[in-house]
Structures are given as C-alpha cells and as structure tokens.
C-alpha cells in the first residue's frame, strides 16, 4: 500500500473531464464528478419523504435527489445499457450497450439526521441484471467524511482518491493511495443489527472478534467498510433472526463492496460462499454480508 500522504507524484485526473472514453472509466468520472455537488446538496435535504424505496425503507430528500441525478448521467454514457439503482423499482433501460451500471446513491443515508458519514456505491457489470458479482469489471465508492474520498477497484487493483471541487466549477480526482491492501494485522471490527437479534453461530463468532479487535462502528456501510480497508479488520451486517436475509442488497451494496475487499486482498462473504459467487435472484435482493482479512473470513465460513 502506498503511503496516505504522497500525494505528490501520484496520478491526477479531473474528474469526469471527457478524458477517459471507455464506458467504465466514463461512469466512474462521472460518481467522481459527481460527488462535490451530492455533498453540497446534503444540507437542505435532510427530511423524510412520504415516499419508500423498493426495500420498503423511508427515503429521504437526499436520497431521491442523488439517485435521479446519477441516474440522468449514468443513463447518458455511450455504453450503459443498463441502469439500476437501490432508490428505484425498476431496471431503466438505457439503450444500447452492453454494460449495467448500479448504485446506492447515498448508502447510511439515515446518518444524515445525526450528521455521520455516508457515501455512493458504484457497480459496472458486463452482464444484465441482476448479476453476480463476478460479472463486476469495476466498482467504486465515495465516502464523504470530513473530506471526500473514492475507492476504486478496476482490473484488480484498488486505488484510493481525494475528490475536489476547484472554485465549485470541476470536481478533481488525485490519487492518494494506490495498490491499496488489507494491513496482515487486522485491527477494528463492526457488525450491524441488533445483538438480540443475531442468530447463535454468528453471536458465537462476534464474541470471539471481540476479544481480539476493537470496535469501529458508525452505520453506514461505507463509513464501516473504509475502516476496514484501512486498518484491516471485518465489517458484517449478518443474517438475523428475524430476517435470515439481512439487510444489505447484493446488487448495489454487497457485490460491488466485495468486488473492492477481495481486489485489495481481503475476502467476502454470504455466510458460504464468495459474495461474488452468489447467483442473484433479484435486482432488490438483499444478502447476509461479512468483509474483511481472509482469515477472518475463513473463521466465520468454518463455523457456519
Ligand atoms: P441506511 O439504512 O442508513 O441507508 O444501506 C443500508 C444501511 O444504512 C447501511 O449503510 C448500514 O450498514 C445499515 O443500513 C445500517 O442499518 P441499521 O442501522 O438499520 O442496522
Ligand atoms: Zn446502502
């Protein structure tokens, strides 16, 4: 892993400038792009909607308004055949191309009552949806944090960006962090539900990193999963006993975020097998989740 802080002589790109010409590399400049206006429009759109999304949670302004601006310059690229997003029903059909492009447009978007991290997950298939992971040729997240920045997995490498807004008029993507891995020594853990309601095996497990991580957890997916990436560790949102599916979808949250763990090293998970693996049933279906070093992983796998 590069060091955090040499930024100097790493790769800088503007975002979304019309420079990159492949549809990849395009609806990737594009959430990059994207993402200093998102974060400027967090402020005034922190309500509820009356409105649910197709997983039958209450969406907020926010998430209504990040969803249909990527939705009108994903749909735009040359390429994207398909569109998907967590905020909507349907699959929009963007015409010609044969890529499918995903997103949560703002994952954790419930921390913006409390002002806590939150971010926009990217998937690029090569197949139509709903697709296995392993049909990824690319994914991406923002985290917006005290400062901005995306994660992204493309030919099996991960590199780490600062996204910019220069003056407010372009965004500037300047990688800060490249061939990014898991550290060997795993640090931190976080695991979302409710402990009453995590079934035995997982509880055993939990009880187990425990004693020997430290906790780190903020509830949102991004937010949890970049500490991991960076201190080593595991983030799980496990199967519940109310709801053995958990509570994370394959398509927009579980694949692409596996698709970035296992390209940095680490490992995935739906309790037993690769979350990239796992066959999809449906655009909206969710999925256990656990992420994180290998070992830990292998742990988790072994006494399921
Ligand atoms: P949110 O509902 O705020 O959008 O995307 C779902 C998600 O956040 C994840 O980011 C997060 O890990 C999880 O749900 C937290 O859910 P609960 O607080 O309901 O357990
Ligand atoms: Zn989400």
Redesign the pocket.
């Known amino acids: 892993m590069g060091d955090a802080d040499s930024s100097t002589d790493a790769e800088s790109s503007r975002a979304g400038s019309g420079e990159s010409s492949d549809p990849v590399s395009e609806a990737i400049a594009v959430v990059a792009r994207s993402a200093p206006e998102i974060r400027g429009g967090l402020a005034g759109r922190r309500r509820k909607t009356d409105a649910e999304n197709a997983s039958g949670e209450v969406q907020m302004a926010a998430d209504v308004w990040a969803d249909e601006l990527l939705e009108s310059r994903l749909t735009a690229i040359d390429g994207v055949g398909q569109f998907a997003s967590?905020e909507r029903e349907d699959v929009v059909d963007a015409g010609e191309g044969e890529y499918a492009v995903t997103v949560?447009p703002l994952?954790?978007s419930s921390n913006l009552k409390s002002n806590n991290s939150m971010g926009t997950?990217l998937g690029v298939y090569d197949a139509d949806l709903p697709a296995r992971g392993r049909d990824l040729v690319a994914a991406a997240y923002v985290l917006f944090g005290p400062i901005t920045t995306m994660v992204v997995a493309r030919d099996g490498e991960v590199t780490e960006y600062v996204v910019e807004s220069k003056n407010g008029e372009f965004a500037e993507r300047r990688a800060v962090r490249e061939d990014v891995t898991l550290p060997d020594d795993p640090v931190v853990y976080g695991f979302g539900g409710r402990v009453p309601d995590w079934t035995d095996r997982f509880a055993d497990y939990a009880r187990e990193i425990e004693d020997e991580l430290k906790l780190r957890y903020g509830g949102a997916?991004i937010g949890d999963v970049n500490q991991v990436l960076t201190y080593g560790g595991v983030f799980a949102y496990p199967e519940l006993d109310s709801r053995p599916e958990g509570k994370?979808?394959l398509q927009?949250?579980a694949n692409p975020i596996a698709f970035v763990v296992e390209a940095a090293g680490g490992a995935s998970s739906n309790g037993t097998e690769s979350l990239l693996a796992a066959e999809p049933e449906g655009v909206h279906q969710r999925t256990p989740m656990y992420v994180g070093n290998e070992e830990l992983i292998e742990r988790l796998e072994a006494q399921f």
């Open positions: 967590e949560d994952d954790g997950v997916m994370l979808r927009f949250e």
